[in-house]
């Protein structure tokens, strides 16, 4: 089975027509080009072919320490003597000064590629952005460099066995001593709590000080060390290495720490506001993550399908290449359309962020793109295993292995439940996001009708009309819960109708023409109707609440 391919024509094109990345300060569409070319050479010819070994050799613990595949190794260093990992980071502390989105590029490359590999090198780029923005200057000195520089590896550590969605549950505490403080506690699920790329990791570390109030506004954020400055552990042991259902070679860690030396970053009580600075990022990530593997799946499905011969099609004489069957070719046109789709939202999203902090449709767009995207991988992983057939229910196929890697992506960083309830709540009764989305279709709307779409028109804007008539329901509904996950899938669907009008607004300036306004259509005519049957859901007077309760007790 092939390898990925990273579809650079493709990203180029979103970034520079639909992103509008030249909106984007010292943003140099050459240089970008010049650079993902670059990248993509790299990954498919250093990082592609680890996908495979690493499903099949996985991580091991060995006295205490993680252990990755042999070819993992020559990779990385392919990797660190690169400088891919400070392609973002300030020149100043030894980082390439390139925007974010470029970099973000890089990573959905590097995902489709060999996601297990992208799990043990990626957080670093978001640890380096949440010390840019929060640490003082100190801290960004020492520890921005050796970050960039891939001198050091990251993790983010908030989950415990009894915190995951809610961290107010965070038991791990923090004490006083001397000009910082020790960590006592564990955390699980940790990506990249340990590896034998560098053998030191950094971690950011959420934590209760002894004196702090009950709940989130008692956490504060900790800068952990694996080692302190003469070498020396710091009161980090791994207890356990997770057996998972996929992403065998990402070390997910069950971690210890015993008076771990630590630095806090900004102050008492503002954890959780600067742990969002990576957080927000991360889930924006997510979203890349579903976006790479769906492409993946996209390629070796069509691939599959443009050289099985199965049946005939209509007064055929001979067999035909399954390509030609139209029920498979719906699934692979839904496959393609996700991923591009999918991928114009993501990255809009993070040029709006770069461009514009501040926009209030960053937050919705957030959860919108890694609730949408996550599911869309495992769409399109299922569907290639469908159009394999028995084939696909085999490893050597490699549409299992997506199906088992991306699974996860729907519940770590905020389960898509969670994602579904907060807006459905909070952000749907902020007036400044709601009109903010409103006016994103409208602009999408007003795009298509520019450019001669009639039926793009249309579509879109009856989409529009049972959002809105759908949020005025949602919004004054004293039990919005049950409501949420179709309130949310049709705000998913609205936001990638808009995607997919300004694809086909632009289709001219596509690496392919023909497929985009072939997949344009598709999407008008056979995905957005499913938004009428969510708008639809969200206007009956569902309840859960009042369901027996001995039907969800244990006999």
């Known amino acids: 089975m092939i390898d990925y391919r990273a579809p650079l024509a493709e990203i180029l094109f979103t970034l520079e027509h639909i ?59 392919q990797f660190r003597e690169g400088g891919w990992q400070g392609l973002a980071a300030d020149p100043q502390y030894g980082g390439q000064g390139l925007p974010g989105l470029l970099a973000s590029a890089f990573s959905e490359m590097l995902a489709g590629a060999c996601i297990s590999f992208h799990m043990g090198v990626s957080l670093a780029q978001g640890v380096i952005r949440t010390l840019a923005v929060n640490a003082d200057d100190d801290v960004k000195a020492l520890w921005i460099p050796r970050l960039a520089s891939c001198e050091w590896l990251a993790s983010m550590c908030l989950t415990e066995p009894q915190a995951g969605s809610d961290l107010s549950l965070i038991r791990t505490t923090a004490s006083p001593q001397g000009d910082g403080w020790t960590i006592d506690g564990g955390k699980i699920f940790i990506s990249g709590g340990d590896q034998d790329f560098t053998g030191r990791v950094v971690h950011l570390v959420l934590a209760r000080t002894r004196d702090a109030a009950p709940g989130l506004k008692g956490l504060s954020l900790f800068l952990a060390p694996s080692h302190l400055e003469d070498g020396s552990t710091n009161g980090i042991s791994v207890v356990r290495i997770e057996e998972k259902m996929g992403l065998h ?61 199965q049946g005939r099609r209509g007064d055929s004489t001979g067999p035909v290449v399954i390509s030609e069957h139209e029920d498979v070719r719906r699934m692979l046109m839904t496959q393609m359309a996700l991923t591009l789709g999918g991928r114009a939202m993501t990255y809009a999203t993070l040029a709006d962020i770069e461009a514009d902090g501040g926009s209030p449709l960053v937050d919705l767009m957030t959860s919108v793109c890694k609730v949408f995207c996550t599911e869309a991988v495992v769409e399109a992983a299922n569907l290639g295993i469908q159009v394999h057939g028995g084939y696909g229910y085999l ?30 709540g909070r952000l749907l009764k902020d007036g400044r996001t709601i009109s903010a989305f409103d006016g994103h279709i409208v602009a999408a709307i007003a795009a298509a009708q520019q450019s001669g779409n009639p039926a793009t028109t249309q579509a879109l804007a009856e989409v529009l009309e049972d959002w809105r008539q759908a949020s005025e329901v949602v919004a004054t ?55 009428r049957h969510h708008a639809r859901m969200c206007q009956l007077p569902l309840r859960l609440d009042d369901m027996p309760v001995a039907i969800f007790q244990v006999a």
């Open 19 to 77: 992103a509008d990345a030249p909106r984007i300060i010292h943003w140099d569409s050459g240089l970008a080009a010049e650079v993902l070319t670059h990248a993509g050479r790299f990954i498919d010819e250093a990082i592609a072919p680890l996908d495979p070994i690493g499903d099949r050799e996985g991580v091991k613990l060995v006295d205490g320490r993680v252990h990755l595949p042999e070819a993992f190794h020559r990779a990385f260093a």
């Open 249 to 309: 070679a990402a070390a997910t860690c069950q971690l210890a720490f015993d008076g771990t030396q630590a630095v806090m970053i900004g102050g008492p009580g503002e954890g959780l506001k600067r742990m969002f600075t990576l957080m927000n990022v991360q889930r924006l990530e997510v979203a890349l993550q579903g976006v790479a593997l769906a492409d993946c799946a996209a390629q070796r499905t069509l691939s599959y399908a443009a050289s099985r011969v």
């Open 395 to 424: 490893r050597e196929y490699r549409l299992e292995q997506i199906l088992r890697d991306s699974r996860i992506s729907q519940i770590y960083e905020g389960t898509n439940g969670i994602h579904a309830l907060t807006v459905a």
């Open 477 to 531: 509904s004293p039990h919005p819960e049950p409501l949420a996950h179709s309130y949310m899938r049709l705000t998913g669907l609205a936001a990638f109708g808009a995607a997919w009008a300004r694809l086909e607004s632009h289709a001219e300036k596509a690496p392919d023409p023909v497929k985009i306004r072939a997949l344009a259509r598709f999407v008008r005519d056979f995905m957005l109707p499913e938004a």
